[in-house]
């Protein structure tokens, strides 16, 4: 049966929540004066779900996080704070293909966000029908772009060049954000050398078996405290763990700096995906900071069919391994040839196995000779995709 | 505010092009030209800075004057000597300056008592090398930590290329020290806090620094003279001596103490060969890729350089321990300490602290110790808004216990509903 998605507050935790017959377990989202602090999976019994059974795992849940947000609400500061900093000015960029239904929610969602001067922009990219363009113009405060370049790191460039303000924060089609979203992505750029800030990405359903899977195997939540990456604190090149491009703010001014998205990679091309790791990465090398900040919070729906959910972890496994070939072959960094190693070795052969023996809470065996499958295939889908690049420019 | 008269003094040594740039800027300033005087002190100068300054066509008021090699330390104190102005701001002759930058110096400042630090970036390059990678990552958080709400100032905030005093605060205090040629900064730093100047970092005082960061030899020869400056420093201001580098040593591991203090104080011809061999391999490292390790023994070798010049003044080991000892006897509480309880809410103890400006604090919760905010050093007196964030940062653990104590006694002495999350 099916997961409910709840999003409760600590300080108002109801005993306990009716109404949920279609579902077999809870997801949670604890949230504490609405910073999100840590989240869990109960059961629902009968429709039923009584919290106040739950009252100590709940509060363990929220851990540590529970306790910082709790003292710095007592002592009414917040740790993060410089004495003077004013929030940049933003663009909302929202890149899509073909997916009019997803992008009306993400649209709407967009509109409530509290309005600081906040520019919104839809980049439609190589769309087959004018249903994405239909759509925009019911929304007066967003404005269309069409980008022919079929590719979505084509579409985040494109973006980056149209944007008027200092901040460029992107978000999926199918994601939704939350009210706090951007404001919480802004304040951290206050230091000069945070280049990109990312935030936390939710499941906004968890309807299908399919939904659970992908969120049981590929999480995009990388945890609910607060890190600050940059090539001292972590490997750069090992960019699993500071976030994804569906919910990620990067600052204009870092493409003079080390250029724009590489249109070899991600969703459209041939490499599927591994377009925002490797501008991560980018960014870490040459010495600049990424913040990972939960309190920025989006909900991404899924998707909810079994084959589409192969396909996208396959996409990840290519998409991976394109990134680590152009680190090998564009960045000349050697270093890079230990991780596909790891990975294999620790990761995805001990998955392996735990499916063949069908050991507790083991990982679905179709999703892990997808990814494997995915992976490849990676080099090799770089090396084409440059190619193919390199036509279509002498071409134009 | 804007009546105030300026004087800019300016060290300068062989910078001929990076001068002429920054007094071809200062004409461009936002704050009024007749109310600003540029002084340029020439150190030793061998290249043609004579030369140009005879021949600079200046819109404000320009004097210059020549001394031999003394150091930055001395052309400012006499640079200070030669000015007009009731408020001395004093530039590195490597920075560019915002056009903004003097008249954010003036804005900043409250009263004859402020001195306002401004802010330097870096400029930025493409394909920066490690080493700039992590002397970029020191220098702006440096420059970050000032930022942040409720920071406390102290000596190591007197950044000295881009600084503004009163000319009366800094007659009073008798400038630089000559004697430093390192780190006069943090020594003026150290006797301005103890005389009680208020510290204020102006961010929109900025301008660029074009440092030639990427010279390693001249930056393990500058860690050398920190050591031997921060020996001066403690024979100057002995209760400064536990918090400084020097005396962390007892802290390394032993292994690692038994090696550096054989290769600095013993063997010296040998650890020389030994540390400049490594230092030699950086490059190589550095094509490697290697950054962890190129990062591990930058760190190494800044020790070594630093701990050298340590070695430079205090001949021995022996010495150093004494050194240290000295530093620890002349470290009593001052007393001035208050007692404040923040069980009730901490703007009453805000207000005390504010009253009383206090150099320690024992905090109680209630009937319960809390813990004690120790008298540090050569750091700005306590202020209300230092409190919170000292709790939070310190005393987090202790206070969040007491608190649940004070809770469930009070939940044994009554039966009023408690919510969710305190009952637990």
């Not at chain 2, 006797?191 to 390693?216: C, P, T």
């Not at chain 2, 020097?246 to 103490?257: G, I, K, N, P």
Request: net charge positive; aromatic share 12%; proline share 4%.
């Amino acid at each position: 049966m099916a997961t409910v998605v709840l999003d409760l507050h600590l300080e108002n935790l109801p005993a306990e929540i009716k109404g949920l017959e279609a579902y077999s377990k809870a997801f949670i989202l604890l949230r504490y004066k609405n910073k999100p602090v840590g989240k869990l999976v109960l059961p629902v019994t009968n429709g039923c779900l009584i919290l106040e059974n739950f009252y100590k795992k709940i509060i363990d849940a929220g851990g540590a996080e529970l306790w910082n947000a709790w003292l710095q609400d007592y002592l009414d500061i917040d740790g993060n704070k410089t004495s003077d900093y004013k929030l940049p000015l933003a663009t909302i960029a929202v890149c899509t293909r073909d997916r009019p239904a997803d992008l009306q929610k993400c649209l709407d969602g967009l509109m409530i966000l509290p309005d600081d001067g906040q520019e919104i922009l839809v980049i439609d990219n190589s769309p087959s029908a004018d249903a994405t363009r239909d759509l925009v113009e019911k929304y007066a405060r967003a404005r269309y772009v069409r980008e022919n370049k079929p590719g979505l790191n084509c579409a985040r460039n494109r973006a980056l060049i149209e944007a008027k303000n200092e901040i460029v924060a992107f978000t999926d089609d199918d994601a939704v954000p939350d009210s706090e979203w951007l404001r919480q992505l802004l304040k951290n750029f206050h230091h000069p050398l945070v280049a990109c800030v990312t935030g936390i990405t939710l499941p906004l359903e968890l309807e299908t078996e399919a939904q659970e899977a992908f969120e049981k195997y590929n999480s995009f939540s990388k945890g609910f405290r607060r890190k600050v990456h940059s090539s001292i604190s972590r490997n750069p090149l090992s960019t699993g763990e500071v976030g994804a491009g569906a919910n990620m703010a990067i600052r204009k001014s870092m493409v003079e700096r080390i250029g724009f998205f590489d249109e070899a990679l991600d969703a459209g091309t041939f490499t599927q995906s591994g377009g925002d790791h490797e501008y991560f990465a980018r960014v870490l090398l040459a010495g600049f900071q990424i913040v990972y900040e939960p309190a920025a919070l989006s909900w991404h729906r899924h998707r909810r069919e079994w084959r589409e959910v192969r396909k996208a972890i396959k996409g990840y496994g290519t998409g991976v391994y394109a990134f680590w070939t152009r680190c090998l072959v564009v960045e000349k960094e050697f270093g890079i040839l230990k991780f596909p190693f790891y990975w294999l070795v620790y990761v995805q052969i001990p998955n392996l196995i735990k499916a063949l023996l069908r050991t507790y809470n083991h990982q679905p065996i179709s999703l892990i000779v997808a990814e494997l499958m995915g992976c490849a295939q990676g080099p090799w889908a770089y090396l084409r995709s440059r190619m193919h690049l390199k036509q279509s420019k002498i071409h134009r | 505010m804007m009546q105030t008269s300026i004087s800019i003094i300016i060290p300068t040594h062989n910078r001929k092009d990076s001068l002429e740039c920054l007094l071809r800027q200062l004409g461009g300033q936002t704050y009024p030209m007749d109310l600003m005087e540029v002084i340029v002190v020439a150190d030793g100068c061998t290249d043609s800075t004579m030369e140009m300054l005879e021949n600079f066509r200046a819109p404000y008021k320009f004097n210059f004057t020549q001394q031999n090699g003394s150091g930055a330390g001395t052309a400012r104190n006499n640079g200070a000597s030669l000015a007009n102005g009731q408020l001395l701001l004093f530039l590195d002759d490597d920075i560019l300056p915002s056009k903004g930058l003097v008249e954010a110096h003036v804005l900043a400042r409250k009263d004859q008592n402020t001195v306002v630090i401004g802010y330097l970036e870096l400029t930025a390059i493409n394909k920066p090398s490690f080493f700039f990678i992590l002397y970029r990552l020191w220098w702006e958080n440096k420059y970050f930590a000032m930022r942040s709400a409720g920071y406390r100032y102290n000596y190591e905030d007197l950044l000295s290329g881009n600084f503004s005093i009163s000319a009366s605060l800094f007659k009073s205090i008798n400038g630089f020290n000559n004697t430093f040629r390192c780190r006069e900064d943090y020594e003026l730093g150290v006797r301005l806090i103890k005389h009680g100047a208020n510290f204020v970092f102006a961010k929109d005082a900025w301008g660029y620094h074009k440092d030639e960061v990427n010279n390693l030899r001249r930056s393990f020869y500058r860690k050398r003279q920190e050591g031997k400056a921060d020996v001066q420093m403690g024979f100057l201001h002995t209760d400064l001596i536990g918090n400084l580098k020097l005396a962390s040593l007892r802290h390394y591991r032993r292994y690692a103490q038994q090696v550096l203090i054989f290769s600095v104080f013993k063997a010296k011809l040998l650890g020389s060969v030994f540390f400049e061999g490594i230092g030699k391999m950086l490059p190589f490292i550095e094509g490697m890729k290697m950054r962890s390790t190129y990062r591990r023994i930058i760190m190494i070798l800044n020790e070594y350089w630093y701990f050298r010049g340590v070695a430079d003044q205090l001949k021995s080991f022996n010495a150093l321990n004494d050194f240290i000892r000295t530093g620890n006897a002349s470290m009593p509480d001052p007393d001035n300490y208050i007692e404040l309880d923040i069980r009730n809410g901490l703007s009453h103890a805000e207000e005390q602290i504010n009253l009383y400006r206090p150099s320690g604090i024992h905090l109680r919760f209630g009937p319960y110790m809390l813990g004690k905010i120790s008298h540090k050093p050569a750091f700005e007196k306590l202020r209300a808004k230092h409190l919170r964030f000292i709790v939070e940062r310190e005393f987090s653990l202790p206070l969040l216990k007491l608190m649940a104590l004070d809770v469930l006694t009070r939940k044994n002495n009554s039966t009023e509903k408690i919510t969710t999350i305190e009952e637990l």
